[in-house]
């Protein structure tokens, strides 16, 4: 519902209802020349919104006699009155739950986006939070390009080291001569340290294990000269 036409909504039911009520006069006015006694039922309005029309068809109908108008007259001016209250004040409560849905769709958006915003300097391209176990590509300018995933570092005896450093090479098909092993998608940053494909389970001996797809953009995305900073 936008703000403007919640902003008419009122307008238009105080027509809706209050154009009956001018018709009617008019019937009155042709009853008491004609000197008619026919009941006249508040006519309804095309088109009006439902719950003006619902109020229409509960107001009293007026009689006019050949003396003048039946006390019945006052009772549908005081009803139409209170029809144009009740749909005024309906419409304001549901621009008001309106508002209120918008507000908290909005905060449930920022507080999702800050909690998965990468919590590094907003200059480093590689982030990554060992106690999160989550990690970040960015554009090198504060804005996340890919991530969050998962991140599994290195053990508690060859923990993997904390701080800001450099890609320094990258191998696609890297095989550890120390360890007799590949390591697939292998960013290295850090002497014996980088960003491989690896077990989400079982914690290295100091590198950084990733899944398969995500070692493989990683990879993709990161070069020589890349700055990486590794959160505790």
């Known amino acids: 519902m936008s703000s403007s036409s919640t902003s008419r909504r009122p307008a238009t039911l105080v027509a809706a209802v209050l154009i009956p009520i001018i018709l009617v006069c008019g019937l009155i006015t042709a009853g008491v020349a004609s000197g008619s006694s026919t009941p006249t039922s508040a006519p309804m309005v095309r088109g009006a919104l439902p719950g ?13 006699s050949g003396d003048g108008v039946d006390p019945s007259a ?18 304001e409560a549901e621009r008001k739950a309106e508002e209120a849905r918008k507000k908290a769709e909005e905060a449930r958006r920022a507080a999702a986006k800050k909690a998965s915003a990468a919590p590094c300097e907003p200059t480093v391209k590689a982030c990554v939070s060992l106690s999160r176990g989550k990690a970040w590509i960015t554009d090198g300018a504060g804005t996340t390009v890919f991530g969050p995933f ?8 060859e923990p993997t080291p904390v701080g800001t450093f ?22 290295f940053f850090f002497p014996g340290v980088a960003f491989h494909q690896g ?5 290295s ?14 990879f993709s995305m990161l070069n020589p000269g890349d700055s990486v900073q590794v959160l505790p």
């Open 166 to 187: 450099s890609v320094s090479m990258k191998d696609a098909n890297y095989h550890s001569r120390e360890f007799d092993a590949p390591m697939p998608n292998s960013v």
């Open 150 to 157: 998962s991140v599994l570092g290195g053990r508690s005896d």
């Open 205 to 218: 001996a100091g590198c950084l294990h990733l899944s398969r797809g995500a070692s493989a953009t990683v």
């Open 74 to 91: 006052a009772d549908y001016t005081a009803a139409a009155s209170r029809a144009v209250t009740r749909e005024v004040a309906r419409a």
């Open 199 to 203: 077990s989400l389970s079982r914690a």
């Open 52 to 64: 003006v029309a619902v109020a229409q068809s509960r107001i009293p109908a007026m009689t006019v």
